[in-house]
């Protein structure tokens, strides 16, 4: 009797921890599936960056060290970022251990890293001569080597410049390391907009009218940004010089004019017109007369966004009673329903390179998320899983997201890999939203 | 009332008895100890030899001594000028072949012989046999940069979007060239795997991975050509 009373007190104790485990090993199970289906058939290439190396014949002052240690910082910056690589830490506790200094190639290999990238400094006057090496770890052969000298002050477009070149040599992609992010801040009752390096540095007002600046817009160089103000009233079109913050007026219409997205051939704008009583997307030149209107719907149409060959847009439209997705093509005829999933989609870019497009997806929670679909209506993927999620922005090479969340209280901006790993954040001011990634201007 | 407390008592009694006989007292804790080893904190004064037990004989492998690179890495300058002194001599480099050379090859010869199994070197595809790529070949044996079939391989890969469902294993092979700056200047399907679609999403992920990492400054030819085959298998 009392062997079975145990018995039963066991089976009661131990039932408990096992439905847990179990429940563990489902979620466990899941995240491997979500795993497999985000990373098919990819590996992040490591890479090791080494220390930059002094090899001037002078002595070193404390400024130009300390510069060679901000360059180091920010080309594994650069490299940790970027979709493609992994950045292997130099590991202090092995050097310690081993009473070493430095790192050879049998180090590096031992610590993961495939690639070796190799930095090296002068200071000939005022300047920087940075050369960097481009070594395989497992054959020991110099892959590519390089220089760049500008001015010290100037340290971070050096270390950019060969963090681009490092991809260039090891993708045969463009580098994104001298793209630039533009961003709405709220100040008060005003929004102003601001212009900042793609890792959040050298933040600077684009704009400084004291009204609401919303909805801004690279041009394809990315020398402009277009945007709806307040300014004057009514809600109209205007562009920004990045260089210099000189502004100019696009377009002025009746009522409102929002959303603007420019075409990949930078020769149209689609945006949204309420100058007929209801929200629909037209088509207008650089100069802001109207080509076409597309739309003719009593539903509010909202977010158009241009497909890579300016042939299609996409769109959000609550003509069914809730916001979904459509697409058409750039003359307005062939319109069809993309999303079917969830019951709130909206704010759609479509990938300069690729044929997905990303949005924000309302979850049955009534959290808002970053999804992104297959222009093909395919492979529905949830790219965020914590926070209030939402204006997700492709940047030019089409393998990173920006977008704004209030995942720690504040409202700030965030970067992640088109799979929705690495994500890392940009902002710490709060009150940032709308980004947009534009190209690196040559 | 008599009653009532004769059979209060006897329930009582009865409850009491089902209770010592399910929890059996113990008077007293029965503790056991294993058997007791007595044992000298110091050492006795002298140790009594015992005979020596005959252990099998292992063999200790001679550990590999990792040789460092020889190359000094704070002066890449050197290194590079070392690298090139310290590689093999590479085999008098084929010259780049045309397409037309080479479908003639293929069609009038067979693969088993010819100077085309010479020239063509297997590469070492990451994840080994059980990538999809395994059996992949350069057609220019001084091609010799790991990293960069990596890379390259690594770019199909994520760009591959295999449509097809089988319980079989088909293959489809594609040969491509790629010139210095890592663009694809001819592509076609060597061998097809019958299936249409499946060809069609292999062609689609190698021109779509393009432009790859452009040739190594080192490596003097100015084009190289892969033939690479996709694998499906069945999961």
Redo the contacts between chains.
């Keep these: 009797?009392?062997e079975k009373i145990t018995i039963l007190l066991l089976i009661v104790v131990l039932t408990i921890p096992s439905i847990s485990l179990a429940q563990a090993n489902n979620n466990r199970i899941r995240n491997i599936f979500f795993d497999t289906l985000t990373t098919?058939?990819?590996?992040a290439?490591p890479i090791g960056v080494d220390n930059m190396?002094f090899i001037g014949n002078k002595y070193i002052t404390l400024d130009d060290s300390l510069i060679m240690r901000q360059v180091t910082q920010v080309v594994q910056n650069d490299i940790d970022f970027y979709a493609?690589f992994e950045l292997v830490p130099l590991d202090s506790f092995f050097m310690q251990v081993y009473e070493i200094t430095?790192l050879?190639?049998?180090g590096w290999k031992r610590l993961g890293a495939?690639?070796l990238v190799?930095l090296?400094a002068e200071f000939p006057s005022t300047n920087l001569r940075a050369?960097w090496?481009l070594?395989?770890t497992?054959?020991?052969?110099?892959?590519?080597?390089g220089s760049f000298e500008y001015h010290k002050m100037y340290w971070r477009e050096i270390a950019h410049n060969i963090s681009d070149e490092i991809v260039?040599?090891?993708?045969?992609?463009e580098g994104i390391f001298r793209t630039k992010i533009a961003f709405v801040k709220k100040n008060n009752e005003n929004k102003e907009l601001f212009v900042a390096d793609y890792d959040g540095a050298n933040e600077r007002k684009l704009t400084n009218n004291g009204s609401i600046n919303i909805s801004p817009f690279f041009s394809p160089d990315g020398k402009d940004v277009y945007f709806t103000s307040y300014v004057d009233g009514n809600p109209q079109l205007y562009k920004v010089r990045v260089e210099n913050g000189k502004v100019n007026r696009v377009a002025t219409f009746p009522g409102l004019i929002a959303a603007p997205a420019v075409s990949p051939d930078g020769n149209k704008i689609a945006c949204i017109l309420t100058k007929d009583g209801n929200s629909e997307i037209y088509v207008l030149d650089l100069n802001g007369r109207v080509i076409k209107r597309l739309t003719y719907h009593r539903a509010i149409e909202n977010s158009p966004s241009w497909s890579p060959d300016g042939h299609s847009i996409v769109f959000s439209s609550d003509r069914t009673g809730q916001p979904q997705l459509y697409i058409m093509d750039a003359d307005g005829l062939n319109l069809h329903r993309l999303t079917y999933k969830g019951n709130y989609n909206d704010s759609p870019v479509w990938s300069k390179l690729s044929s997905r497009i990303t949005f924000v997806s309302r979850s049955k929670r009534g959290r808002f998320d970053i999804a992104s679909i297959d222009t093909s209506g395919t492979d529905y993927r949830l790219l965020t899983d914590v926070g209030m999620n939402e204006n997700p922005h492709f940047c030019p090479d089409g393998k990173h997201i920006i977008f704004s969340s209030r995942r720690y209280g504040k409202r700030n901006l965030y970067t992640m890999d088109i799979t929705g790993r690495n994500q890392r954040r940009l902002t710490k001011s709060g009150n940032c939203s709308n980004p947009v990634w534009g190209t690196a201007v040559r | 009332m008599k009653r009532d407390i004769v059979f209060s008592l006897v329930l009582h009694a009865l409850i009491i008895c089902a209770t010592l006989w399910t929890v059996p007292i113990k008077w007293r804790k029965e503790v056991t100890y294993d058997d007791i080893i007595s044992v000298q904190l110091t050492a006795p004064s002298e140790i009594l030899p015992t005979e020596p037990v005959l252990l099998e004989s292992v063999e200790i492998p001679e550990p590999i001594a990792e040789e460092p690179p020889e190359i000094p890495i704070t002066s890449p300058t050197t290194l590079e000028e070392t690298t090139v002194t310290e590689k093999p001599k590479p085999k008098p480099k084929p010259k780049p072949k045309k397409p037309e050379q080479r479908k003639k090859k293929t069609t009038s010869e067979p693969k088993s012989s010819g100077t085309s199994q010479v020239e063509n070197k297997e590469i070492e595809t990451p994840g080994g046999s059980g990538s999809p790529f395994a059996g992949a070949t350069v057609d220019n044996a001084s091609f010799n940069y790991p990293y960069w079939f990596t890379q390259t391989f690594n770019k199909i890969a994520t760009n591959w979007k295999n449509p097809v469902v089988y319980d079989g294993t088909i293959v489809c092979t594609i040969y491509f060239q790629v010139i210095r700056s890592g663009r694809i200047i001819e592509m076609r399907i060597e061998k097809t795997s019958g299936i249409s679609e499946f060809d069609e999403s292999c062609m689609r992920a190698v021109s779509g991975a393009a432009p790859f990492p452009p040739l190594p400054s080192q490596f003097r030819d100015e084009i190289i050509g892969l033939t690479l085959p996709f694998k499906h298998s069945p999961r």
């Design positions: 009797m009392k098919t058939g990819f590996n290439t190396e493609d430095s050879d190639f049998l495939d690639i190799k090296e050369r090496y070594f395989d497992q054959t020991t052969q110099q892959i590519a080597k260039h040599i090891l993708t045969g992609d």
